[in-house]
């Protein structure tokens, strides 16, 4: 994609939006609007339709766990924005809820200028923000096989993967890279980058970070454990 992406950002600090907008706007980034609570980022991504939402998880009222929820569970017909999740604080219990909900990753706020604007540009081109041991350590911590089944993503039947993509899946949620699977597997990295994406298609997934929380919900990999019940 050659046009500047677009963004909305979403925090109920107006020093935060500021800030993050003078760096975005440094790097040829496009802030298209700026919301202080859930319902405003709502409205705004709606109205603006913009590629990136920058959404800080704890605001007053509507927090952004519900936003993004509310934002990619109903797109009103126009492009799902991929939507990067800010903490204060690593591993924090709601940024593993929000990867539930379909973010496609997360920042803590003192991230520096230039991770920022690449963070920003990443999740644009469809790929996940997390390096895969991140999101790992994030799931180890908080996914739960007693979950409620009400509240589990829809994403659960691996049924449809075949026996490679299983063992694909399961490598990429402990955290490989890809030319560590592709070293692993005795494949070329496009060839990786082939199985990644018809995991992603047949899971209806919107990128790596997702694929992980799936891994280790369906059981696929045990969190804390240093492999899954496929590899015992």
């Not at 939507?83 to 496609?104: E, K, N, P």
């Not at 699977?181 to 298609?201: D, G, N, Y």
């Amino acid at each position: 994609m050659s046009e500047a992406p677009r963004v909305v950002i979403a925090d109920d600090q107006a020093l935060v939006r500021t800030g993050f907008r003078m760096i975005l706007a440094a790097d040829g980034i496009d802030v298209v609007a700026e919301a202080a609570d859930g319902d405003e980022a709502v409205a705004a991504v709606a109205r603006t339709r913009p590629d990136v939402v920058l959404m800080d998880v704890r605001m007053p009222g509507t927090d952004g766990l519900e936003a993004t929820r509310r934002i990619l569970g109903d797109p009103g017909g126009g492009p799902v924005p991929r939507i990067l999740d800010l903490t204060t604080y690593d591993l924090d219990r709601y940024v593993y809820a929000a990867l539930r909900a379909g973010a496609s990753g997360f920042l803590l706020k003192d991230v520096t200028p230039e991770h920022l604007a690449a963070a920003v540009r990443l999740v644009r081109e469809g790929d996940a923000l997390l390096a895969p041991s991140i999101t790992r350590r994030l799931v180890e911590r908080f996914a739960s096989p007693a979950a409620d089944p009400a509240t589990a993503p829809v994403h659960r039947d691996l049924a449809a993967l075949t026996p490679r993509e299983r063992e694909v899946l399961q490598a990429l949620a402990r955290g490989r890279s890809n030319a560590e699977l592709a070293a692993r597997f005795q494949l070329s990295e496009a060839t990786v980058k082939t199985h990644v994406a018809r995991i992603l298609s047949k899971l209806r997934l919107r990128d790596r970070a997702q694929a992980v929380v799936v891994a280790y919900e369906t059981g696929l990999v045990a969190p804390g454990s240093g492999a899954g019940p496929a590899e015992r």
